[in-house]
T-cell receptor
Framework: GDSVTQMEGPVTLSEEAFLTINCTYT??????LFWYVQYPGEGLQLLLK?????DKGSNKGFEATYRKETTSFHLEKGSVQVSDSAVYFC???????????FGPGTSLSVIP | GAGVSQSPSNKVTEKGKDVELRCDPI?????LYWYRQSLGQGLEFLIY????????KSGLPSDRFSAERTGGSVSTLTIQRTQQEDSAVYLC????????????FGNGTRLTVT
């Protein structure tokens, strides 16, 4: 069946470090791909998305490129801040009649 | 505009009691999802609705759990004979019918079973 795999955390980085959180997926067809973020004590919210191969989603300095050939959607940020500390979830959605599938989440802590 | 609204925000109940959790999705959103999140854990899928029908109920943990959606809008998740392991945050999310539309999450109901 369809699935999303992402690197297990927790990930701890120093402020201004480069961030990569890996996400790979298994799905037939051409799903849309999403990154959601959950800040401490808050609800989940969309961070960015990409709906077709080679699309790049970006928001708040984060980027992810939809790579069909490697079935990946890795999240990157060039210089993380303490305020980026959160749990990040990768997700896919294949068709309107399929459910959204989430990865297990990756906890990120950024220390000053 | 109004987001996804869940009520109550907190619920403390005694083991063995029944509870009802409510979700008001964004107006016009046809898809509605229920997830469960335990402390420090990921999202556990429970059920999702397209309109009033539930194509996928595979995540409901046991027959103590049920959900319904009426009028293509409000949804209720019912847990009968609650157990301590049911303690978690129950999240609701909605989206439009398009597969490339994101989910909009509510703030959740924190359920504590004593």
């Amino acid at each position: 069946g369809d699935s999303v795999t992402q690197m297990e955390g927790p990930v701890t980085l120093s402020e201004e470090a480069f961030l990569t959180i890996n996400c790979t997926y298994t799905a037939t067809g051409y799903p849309s791909l999403f990154w959601y973020v959950q800040y401490p004590g808050e609800g989940l919210q969309l961070l960015l998305k990409a709906t077709k191969a080679d699309d790049k989603g970006s928001n708040k300095g984060f980027e992810a490129t939809y790579r069909k050939e490697t079935t990946s959607f890795h999240l990157e940020k060039g210089s993380v801040q303490v305020s980026d500390s959160a749990v990040y979830f990768c997700a896919l959605h294949k068709t309107s009649y399929d459910k959204v599938i989430f990865g297990p989440g990756t906890s990120l802590s950024v220390i000053p | 505009g109004a987001g996804v609204s869940q009520s109550p925000s907190n619920k403390v109940t005694e083991k063995g009691k029944d509870v009802e959790l409510r979700c008001d999705p964004i107006s016009g959103h046809t898809a509605l999802y229920w997830y469960r999140q335990s402390l420090g854990q990921g999202l556990e899928f429970l059920i999702y609705f397209q309109g009033n029908s539930a194509p996928d109920k595979s995540g409901l943990p046991s027959d103590r759990f049920s959900a319904e959606r009426t009028g293509g809008s409000v949804s209720t998740l019912t847990i009968q004979r609650t157990q301590q392991e049911d303690s978690a945050v129950y999240l609701c999310a909605s989206s439009s019918s398009s597969y490339n539309s994101p989910l909009h999450f509510g703030n959740g109901t924190r359920l504590t079973v004593t």
